[in-house]
């Protein structure tokens, strides 16, 4: 079976379709046909060598994916050959063929297609817990979402809006404002150069109640300008590099801001928090509370060139392998 290995740190051209055995299952594990993978800005982290804890390469690519079980292990329980079913974060997912813990997979609904799954699960998740853990969101809210065209800000702007709460989207085109709008934002900004300006005009000079950061970088300092007294930021990414270091001292001459910097691994700890957010995810597609922009698809050989779009910027949505 193929599999997209990245033999050195360094561009997408380091990315390779190399022939590996095919894997057998271990006692607790599934064999998947991979039929769609999701591609997410982690995985250009793994590539550049930028992701936190990433041994030396060469290395697999890719955590996300939707596919047939073909095989299980001895001790497997939950699943069959035949199902259909999704995971979020086994490394080595762009490949033809995987082996995934069984405790990491969850069974796709008749209503929901591969390539949904592949490509809405770990964005989706990560919105779950944003919108249902970390700011539960009450109807009136008011929230500023930056990069609101993309794969998480499109679902997020929609999770927000469904939940009553008014969205200011910032995005870097007017291409990708319309594609804000359309996931229910009240105002979009085209530009990040006036964020904080834009969150106090949008509240009558408030400040939002939370703001979703996903960029960071030299910027972030606008998120915490933005804010309500006693409101929060969520800084849930860092597609600009991560953020200035801090005087913890400004959160309280802000406001008395709250700064959260949360990661999924620590929001689906368990089994059932597992079972429960993707189960809540699949019901907000099947009803319409999200709607899925595939912004492309893409080959499994073509996969440098999927790299290098996501980092143009210019993409919009979310972009999808398929074997």
Not at 4 to 27: K, Q
Not at 246 to 252: I, S
Request: with cysteine; charged share 20%.
């Amino acid at each position: 079976m193929r599999v997209v290995m990245v033999n050195e740190f360094g561009g997408p051209e380091t990315l390779t379709v190399v022939e590996r055995p095919e894997p057998r299952p271990g006692p607790a594990d599934l064999v998947v046909r991979v039929e769609a993978v999701g591609v997410n800005f982690r995985d250009v982290m793994v590539r550049r060598g930028a992701y936190p804890g990433m041994p030396a390469p060469p290395l697999p690519v890719g955590v996300e994916g939707a596919g047939l079980v073909t095989e299980v292990g001895s001790d497997v329980t939950e699943f069959a050959v035949g199902d259909r079913v999704a995971w979020a974060d086994v490394d080595g997912s762009y490949a033809e063929t995987v082996k995934i813990p069984e405790a990491s997979a969850v069974r796709v609904p008749a209503k929901v297609s591969a390539q949904q799954a592949a490509a809405v699960l770990a964005q989706g998740l990560t919105v779950h817990y944003l919108v249902t853990s970390v700011w539960p969101i009450a109807g009136g809210d008011s929230a500023l979402v930056l990069s609101a065209a993309g794969g998480v800000g499109r679902l997020l702007t929609q999770a927000l809006t469904a939940r009553g709460t008014r969205v200011l989207a910032v995005v870097s085109s007017e291409t990708k404002a319309t594609y804000a709008r359309s996931a229910g934002a009240e105002r979009v900004l085209v530009g990040y150069d006036e964020i904080a300006a834009a969150a106090r005009d949008f509240t009558e000079g408030r400040g939002v109640d939370v703001v979703f950061d996903s960029v960071a970088g030299e910027g972030f300092p606008s998120s915490l300008a933005s804010v309500r007294p006693r409101g929060c930021v969520v800084l849930y990414g860092a597609s600009n590099g991560e953020p200035p270091l801090l005087d913890v001292r400004q959160l309280g001459l802000s406001g008395s801001v709250f700064l959260t910097r949360p990661r999924l691994a620590d929001f689906v700890t368990t089994r059932a928090e597992m079972l429960e957010r993707s189960a809540e995810l699949f019901r907000w597609l099947a009803d319409g509370v999200i709607d899925l922009h595939i912004g492309a698809t893409y080959a499994l050989d073509a996969a440098g060139a999927a790299h290098k779009a996501l980092e143009s910027r210019a993409t919009v949505g979310k972009l999808v392998l398929h074997p």
